[in-house]
């Protein structure tokens, strides 16, 4: 290896173990969220609920907060490595995942915040005015789940497109790559059947072994070097995904 492969070999490097060491603090954080508000929202009191837990839902919606910028900042890092194989499908990439996801995770966290000031004002409301709160609550709350589907989708369609360019690029072992599609398959159906009343959550689990796995084998192994390191001929790599 010359100098200037040695660096960039060495930069993408520590990006692998950032990527990794972000999805790790992503799933962490969202896995630690769902325990504060998984039950929330199919309770009868949910409202008496977070009108009395406040801080259990303000700490739920900042875990979701975490989770949503630990994510958004992995397709920066992968950009510049992507970009060698397929800049448009690496930006489609960051537009899914960092831009679409964030925002997605955003209206989640203001729901939740939302829900907050409605259930304390209903708890010191009068009964009529009670009710037109427990109203308004019952709408933030059903709002919830299309945003929590469309999250699946963005989320579904941003993977497939990593998994792919991974895939081709050879960036991490076929068998983590080949993984990932069949889990972003199986996210993006469970996506679209919560859009139609579907509970098909368990699919979504298979994902979040594959992204742990290979948060692990990026913090341990990095990309693979005879990918990376080879110049000028990587960027117009011919297969299926077309020239960048």
């Known amino acids: 290896m010359n100098t200037t492969t040695q660096r960039s070999y060495g930069a993408d490097r520590t990006a692998a173990t950032l990527v990794g060491i972000l999805y790790i603090i992503g799933t962490v954080a969202g896995a630690l969220s769902l325990p504060l508000l998984g039950g929330i929202p199919g309770a009868p009191d949910y409202l008496t609920i977070v009108a009395a837990n406040?801080?259990?839902?303000?700490l739920g919606a900042l875990l979701i907060l975490i989770m949503g910028l630990a994510l958004a900042v992995i397709p920066a890092l992968m950009f510049p490595i992507l970009k060698r194989w397929n800049e448009a499908l690496a930006i489609g990439y960051v537009i899914f995942r960092g831009a679409l996801e964030t925002f997605t995770?955003?209206?989640?966290?203001?729901?939740?915040?939302?829900?907050?000031?409605?259930?304390?004002?209903?708890?010191?409301?009068?009964?009529?005015?009670?009710?037109?709160?427990?109203?308004?609550?019952?709408?933030?709350?059903?709002?919830?789940?299309?945003?929590?589907?469309?999250?699946?989708?963005?989320f579904s369609l941003g993977a497939l497109?990593?998994?792919?360019?991974?895939?081709?690029?050879?960036?991490?072992?076929?068998?983590?790559?080949?993984?990932?599609?069949?889990?972003?398959?199986?996210?993006?159906?469970?996506?679209l059947a919560a859009m139609f009343g579907l509970d098909l959550g368990m699919l979504q689990l298979l994902m979040l072994v594959q992204e742990m796995v290979m948060a692990v084998w990026l913090i341990a192994k990095g990309f693979s070097a005879s990918a990376i390191a080879p110049g000028p001929t990587k960027s117009a790599i011919s297969g299926p995904l077309g020239a960048a």
């Open 54 to 58: 406040p801080s259990r839902v303000v």
């Open 105 to 154: 995770y955003l209206a989640l966290v203001l729901c939740w915040l939302l829900l907050i000031v409605v259930a304390q004002q209903a708890a010191g409301s009068a009964a009529v005015a009670a009710s037109q709160f427990g109203n308004l609550g019952l709408l933030v709350v059903k709002a919830h789940e299309p945003i929590a589907a469309v999250v699946a989708i963005v």
């Open 161 to 191: 497109i990593l998994y792919s360019l991974l895939y081709y690029a050879r960036l991490v072992p076929c068998w983590i790559s080949g993984w990932g599609l069949v889990a972003a398959v199986l996210y993006l159906a469970s996506g």
